[in-house]
C-alpha cells in the first residue's frame, strides 16, 4: 500500500513538474505584444522623445508632448545645464516614463555640458576644455571604465534628485555603436539597477557583439524610426505617417526630438540645422497633432510605454 502511494505521489510530483515546464516555456515564447496582453501580430508603438534636460525649450515641449498622451515615453539628459527642471518635473509626476539618455558627448559648438563625475577621474572623456568630446574619431582614445564611472554618476546623481527611471538609453547610441565593451559598460548598470536597455532586434545583424552578450532576461524591442536627414521640412508629415503605415508587428520606438522654435533652442543649436529648432518644432507639431492621433487609430497601433514593458517582461 505504501509503496503504491508513493509511486502516486512521483507520478503526481513528475506530472505538475512537466506542466510547470511547459507553461514556462510557452510563457518564454512569448512576444513582448502577447506579455502585454495583445495578439502577437499587434502593432506597438513607444513614442519617445529624446534630449529632456537639453534646454528649457525641449523641456516645455516634451512636458506639453507627454501631458498631451500621445507622446508615451521620454529620457532625460543628466549632464545637461537644463537637467534639475526635469528632476523636479519627474519627482512630481512619478507615473510619467522617463529614462536616462545617458550621455558621454557635447555635440554642439556653442552649447556645451560636461561630466557628473569629477574631470580628473574621466580624463578620457573631455577635451582640453573640460567639456565632453563634440563627436569621437579614430583619435579619440575612450577609456571604458570612466565610462561606466560616468554612467554610475549620472544615476546617482538623477536617482538623488528624485528621477525614478524606467529604463537606460544612450545619448548618438555611443554606447551601443561603439563595440562590445562599451555595450557590456551600460548593460552591467541596467543590471545592477534593474532597470531595461533601449536595445532593438533590428541592431543585431550589424552589430553581433549586442546580441551576444544579451541574456535571457534582457528585453530587446523589434523596431526604430528615426526622421532621416534630407526629408524636407514640408514632407515631415508623410515620412512619419509613412512609417507608421508600414508598421510591422511587434514594438516599434520612434525616437523623437522636440523642442519649441524659439530664441532659446535656435542659439542652442545654430551652427547646423539638423535636430535644431525648427527640427523640433516639426517633431512637435506632428506628435502632438490630429493627424497623428487619426492615423493611430485607423492603424489600430497601440500606444505603450517602457514601463509597461518592463513590467510585463518580468
Not at 572623456?125 to 571604458?144: K, M, P
Not at 529648432?277 to 497633432?289: I, K, L, N, P, Y
Request: aromatic share 10%.
Amino acid at each position: 500500500m505504501r509503496k503504491s502511494l508513493g509511486m502516486t505521489i512521483f507520478v503526481l510530483a513528475a506530472a505538475s513538474a512537466t506542466v510547470l515546464m511547459h507553461a514556462q516555456a510557452v510563457a518564454a515564447n512569448k512576444s513582448l505584444a502577447e506579455k502585454l496582453g495583445y495578439a502577437r501580430d499587434a502593432k506597438l508603438v513607444i513614442v519617445h522623445a529624446d534630449d529632456l534636460g537639453m534646454t528649457h525649450s525641449v523641456n516645455a515641449a516634451s512636458i506639453k508632448g507627454l501631458e498631451s498622451g500621445l507622446v508615451t515615453s521620454a529620457s532625460i539628459m543628466v549632464p545637461c545645464p537644463w537637467f534639475p527642471e526635469m528632476a523636479e518635473y519627474a519627482k512630481t509626476h512619478p507615473d510619467a516614463d522617463f529614462g536616462l539618455h545617458l550621455t558621454l558627448t557635447s555635440e554642439r559648438v556653442f552649447y556645451r555640458w560636461g561630466p557628473v563625475a569629477a574631470r580628473d577621474r574621466v580624463p578620457s572623456l573631455v577635451d582640453s576644455n573640460g567639456y565632453f568630446h563634440l563627436n569621437w574619431n579614430e583619435s579619440t582614445h575612450i577609456d571604458a571604465r570612466e565610462v561606466e564611472l560616468e554612467l554610475r554618476a549620472q544615476i546617482e546623481k538623477a536617482l538623488a534628485m528624485g528621477v525614478r527611471p524606467t529604463h537606460l538609453d544612450s545619448h548618438q547610441y555611443r554606447l551601443f555603436e561603439n563595440g562590445k565593451e562599451m555595450f557590456q559598460s551600460i548593460l552591467r548598470l541596467g543590471h545592477e539597477y534593474k532597470l531595461p536597455v533601449f536595445m532593438v532586434r533590428d541592431w543585431f545583424a550589424e552589430r553581433p557583439y549586442l546580441e551576444a552578450s544579451l541574456g535571457p532576461e534582457d528585453l530587446v524591442v523589434d523596431h526604430t524610426v528615426t526622421m532621416e536627414t534630407g526629408v524636407a521640412p514640408e514632407k515631415w508629415a508623410d515620412f512619419y505617417v509613412r512609417a507608421l503605415k508600414n508598421l510591422q508587428p511587434g514594438v516599434t520606438v520612434f525616437i523623437i526630438h522636440l523642442a519649441y522654435d524659439d530664441v532659446e533652442m535656435r542659439a542652442a543649436t545654430r551652427e547646423r540645422d539638423t535636430w535644431g529648432a525648427a527640427w523640433r518644432q516639426r517633431d512637435f507639431d506632428f506628435f502632438t497633432s490630429a493627424q497623428f492621433r487619426a492615423v493611430v487609430k485607423e492603424q489600430d497601433i497601440k500606444l505603450v510605454t517602457w514601463r509597461q514593458l518592463a513590467q510585463a517582461s518580468k
